[in-house]
C-alpha cells in the first residue's frame, strides 16, 4: 500500500487563482496558516494581490503626476475639441421634423335645430276617447262587449285624425319641409290600417255603427287628400289645391257631429260612392 505524499502546500498548487484570493478575502472564515499559505502561493505564482493592484493605481498615478506640465492639457483639449465638433455637426444636420397630421382642429360650432317631429297626441285621443260613451244612448252604454270594441275602434279613428289635422295645419301655414312626404305616408298608413279593420262586422249596436261608418268617411276622405298632397308636393306645387280642399270639405260637419254637435250632416259618403 503506498503512502501519500501530497503536502498541505501542494494542495494550494491545485487550486485556481479565484479560489486562492476568496482565501484572501475572507480571512476571518479559514485559519490563518490557510490563509497564509494561499497568500505565499499567489506570490509563487507572481500572481498580483490586491495590495500589489493598488500599488499598481498608485503606480499609474504617480505616472500622470510625472507628466511634464505642457503634455497634461493635451487629452482634455482633445476631448473638448471632438465634443464641440460634434455639436456643430448635430444642430446642423439634426433639424426635427414637424409632426405630420397635426393639424389644428376649428371648435366645433353648437347650432340649435328645430325638431320636426308629427306628436303622437296620446293624451289627447285618451280624453277624446272618454267622451265617447256618452254620446251613446244609455242602453248602449251598458252593453260592456259591443263598447269595448267601440271604444278600441274610436281611440284609433281620434289618434290617426289628431295626426291628420295637425299636418294639415302645417300645410296651411305653409310650415313643411323635406319630412313632410314620410309624415304623409305615417298618417295615410294608419289610415288604412283601420279601414281595413273597419269593413269587417263587430256586432255594435245601432249608433255605435252609425258613428263607426262616419268614422270610416273620414278615414277615406284623409287617405285620399294625403295622396293628392303627396303627390302635389313631389311635383313642386303646393300640397294644398282646390282638389284637396274639395276632397276635405265635409270632414268639418262629420268630425262636429262626431264630437257630439247636434248639427246633421250632408255629404256624399265615400264608403258608399266607392
Not at 11 to 31: G, V
Not at 160 to 177: G, P, S
Request: aromatic share 8%; hydrophobic share 40%.
Amino acid at each position: 500500500m503506498s503512502s501519500d505524499s501530497t503536502t498541505p502546500l501542494d494542495l494550494f498548487t491545485q487550486k485556481t487563482d479565484t479560489e486562492l484570493h476568496y482565501y484572501l478575502e475572507n480571512p476571518d472564515l479559514y485559519h490563518a496558516d490557510v490563509v497564509a499559505a494561499a497568500q505565499q502561493e499567489l506570490h509563487r505564482r507572481e500572481a498580483a494581490t490586491r495590495p500589489h493592484l493598488i500599488e499598481s493605481e498608485d503606480f499609474a498615478t504617480d505616472d500622470y503626476d510625472n507628466e511634464p506640465v505642457e503634455r497634461r492639457w493635451l487629452a482634455p483639449a482633445i476631448g473638448a475639441a471632438l465634443l464641440a465638433v460634434g455639436c456643430v455637426l448635430y444642430s446642423q444636420f439634426h433639424k426635427p421634423s414637424p409632426a405630420l397630421g397635426v393639424v389644428p382642429k376649428a371648435p366645433t360650432e353648437l347650432q340649435s335645430v328645430e325638431l320636426n317631429v308629427l306628436p303622437t297626441f296620446e293624451v289627447e285621443t285618451a280624453a277624446q276617447v272618454k267622451t265617447e260613451p256618452s254620446l251613446l244612448p244609455a242602453k248602449e252604454r251598458t252593453d260592456k262587449k259591443p263598447l269595448g270594441k267601440y271604444l278600441i275602434l274610436a281611440g284609433r279613428f281620434w289618434k290617426a285624425e289628431k295626426q291628420a289635422e295637425f299636418l294639415a295645419d302645417q300645410v296651411a301655414i305653409a310650415k313643411i319641409d323635406s319630412t313632410f312626404p314620410g309624415k304623409a305616408s305615417l298618417v295615410y298608413d294608419q289610415w288604412r290600417e283601420l279601414t281595413r279593420v273597419l269593413v269587417y262586422n263587430h256586432n255594435l249596436r245601432p249608433v255605435m255603427q252609425q258613428r263607426i261608418n262616419m268614422m270610416h268617411d273620414v278615414a277615406n276622405r284623409r287617405m285620399q287628400s294625403l295622396q293628392q298632397m303627396r303627390e302635389n308636393y313631389s311635383l313642386g306645387r303646393p300640397p294644398m289645391n282646390s282638389e284637396v280642399l274639395k276632397t276635405l270639405a265635409p270632414v268639418e260637419d262629420m268630425l262636429y257631429e262626431l264630437r257630439g254637435g247636434k248639427q246633421p250632416t250632408h255629404h256624399i259618403d265615400l264608403t258608399v260612392a266607392r
